[in-house]
């Protein structure tokens, strides 16, 4: 499960799951790329992972929604480090709305560019790279149940996630054989946007696993090194549920 000398470039990097799997990879010994919108927090958990791990860590402030912005981060990040070895697309969002019929064409947008369109612009970048250095690569989607299960409450999100699933399976034939894609389908977590869940919305995602809670940030790092590292050699365009057994 070594990542020493590795690149590891994480989008939605700064908090979250994208922070705990920043701090796993570091710890592994990888080099890190944190990208998200707010600069200030890439900055902050950039200093952490140097002071804790004394890997070099690039803060890069990148809204993955923006075609322009995703060129950006793949520039930067190849003039600093002249690779990447593994790209998570973890950047995500899901507005809550008040009904179907009141989500705007902007919300709308939104959420299909943040989950859907920056990862699709990323993985062709640094995927067509990697496929080329000969060294290869991971990629790393981050999905969710709602993918399979979508429930009321998130459609537009649903919609964005069941491509992204289906974009895997497109990448992981494209980059064959030398870059490996794969999906870590998550359910519930206790991230940021969990702070915004009504009381019956948490009640009602718990009921629906078997382990009959959300997860922690950290429970899905075991899942990010397995394939961000050599561990999962012989696994491409696969789907991995870490969702406490929803059913």
């Known amino acids: 499960m070594s990542l020493t000398d590795k690149v590891v470039v994480v989008t939605g990097g700064s908090r979250g799951l994208g922070k705990q799997m920043v701090l796993a990879f570091a710890e ?33 402030a990148c809204n993955v929604s923006d075609w322009a912005q995703c060129d950006a ?52 970048l640094i995927g067509s790279r990697m496929a080329a250095g000969g060294g290869g690569g991971s990629i790393i989607n981050i999905s ?16 964005a996630k069941a491509g992204l699933n289906a974009l895997t399976g497109g990448l992981a034939q ?9 999906t870590i389908q998550c359910g519930p977590f206790e991230t940021d946007i969990a702070t915004a869940w009504p009381d019956e919305l948490r009640a009602e995602l718990t009921k629906h696993n078997a382990l009959r809670r959300v997860g922690k940030p950290e429970e899905i790092v075991g899942a990010a090194l397995f394939f961000a590292t050599e561990a999962s050699a012989f696994c491409t365009g696969a789907t991995l549920a870490i969702d406490g057994g929803w059913r």
Do not use: H
């Open 174 to 182: 494209t980059f064959a054989p030398n870059v490996r894609v794969n």
């Open 28 to 60: 592994a010994g990888a080099d890190v790329v944190i990208a998200s919108r707010k600069l200030d927090r890439c900055a902050a958990l950039a200093d952490e992972v140097q002071e804790r791990f004394g890997r070099r860590a690039l803060p890069v």
């Open 73 to 124: 981060l793949v520039q930067t990040v190849y003039d600093a480090f002249g690779r990447v070895d593994v790209l998570v697309n973890n950047a995500g969002l899901s507005p809550l709305y008040p009904s179907l019929d009141q989500v705007t064409e902007a919300l709308f947008d939104k959420v299909i560019g943040v989950n859907l369109k920056g990862p699709f612009r990323l993985s062709a």
């Open 144 to 159: 969710s149940i709602e993918a399979i299960r979508p429930e009321p409450f998130a459609v537009p999100y649903s919609a």
